[in-house]
T-cell receptor
């Protein structure tokens, strides 16, 4: 089955620790995205990538980093510089970044601070 | 600065009746919109889209209307079914701007 897989489903971070959220897709999509969702707010874009080895900052990139070494994978690292990392994180992919290409989402990772 | 707004956090309707979910946007340059549906513990899934060159797009029980002058779009579900109970997000596509979502509950 083609799809997009996020892991882990739940993640706990200690203060001052970096953590990496995994996102893998087998849809052969060029574009991939990371969003953050907080209660009562819409999805906010952290980073996106239109092609391998290229990525762009979204609205709230501070305290986060990404890599796109393979087409299938777009991991997100939440660094210790992110002061309020507790949130629900969603990864998505689309054939391209064109407006008429809907995004396919993973089931999300919920990150909490210990 | 929320450029896409869904001002109703929740909506409850009776099975068989119409559900109308609303979405407003602030940027007149937005020209393609999508609606996504999200069940608990799952990621959002694409439902229906509309381009600014149209004012209506229909897919089965789902119709999206776009009023460009008012910067407003709405999703109509007719007839509503209990399986439609979910959170619905509208989004301005190319700019990747999402509303906060509306939780729809369809009562049997």
């Amino acid at each position: 089955d083609g799809g997009i897989t996020q892991s882990p489903k739940y993640l706990f971070r200690k203060e001052g620790q970096n953590v990496t959220l995994s996102c893998e897709q087998n849809l052969n999509h060029d574009a991939m995205y990371w969003y953050r969702q907080d209660p009562g707010q819409g999805l906010r874009l952290i980073y996106y990538s239109q092609i391998v080895n290229d990525f762009q900052k979204g609205d709230i990139a501070e305290g986060y980093s990404v890599s796109r070494e393979k087409k299938e994978s777009f991991p997100l690292t939440v660094t210790s510089a992110q002061k309020n990392p507790t949130a629900f994180y969603l990864c998505a992919s689309s054939m391209s970044k064109q407006a008429n290409q809907p995004q396919h989402f993973g089931d999300g990772t919920r990150l909490s601070i210990l | 600065d929320q450029q896409v707004k869904q001002n109703s956090p929740s909506l409850s309707v009776q099975e068989g009746r119409i559900s109308i979910l609303n979405c407003d946007y602030t940027n007149s340059m937005f020209d393609y919109f999508l609606w996504y549906k999200k069940y608990p513990a799952e990621g959002p899934t694409f439902l229906i889209s509309i381009s600014s060159i149209k004012d209506k797009n229909e897919d089965g029980r789902f119709t999206v209307f776009l009023n460009k002058s008012a910067k407003h779009l709405s999703l109509h579900i007719v007839p509503s079914q209990p399986g439609d109970s979910a959170v619905y997000f509208c989004a301005a596509s190319e700019e990747m701007r999402f509303g906060a979502g509306t939780r729809l509950t369809v009562k049997p």
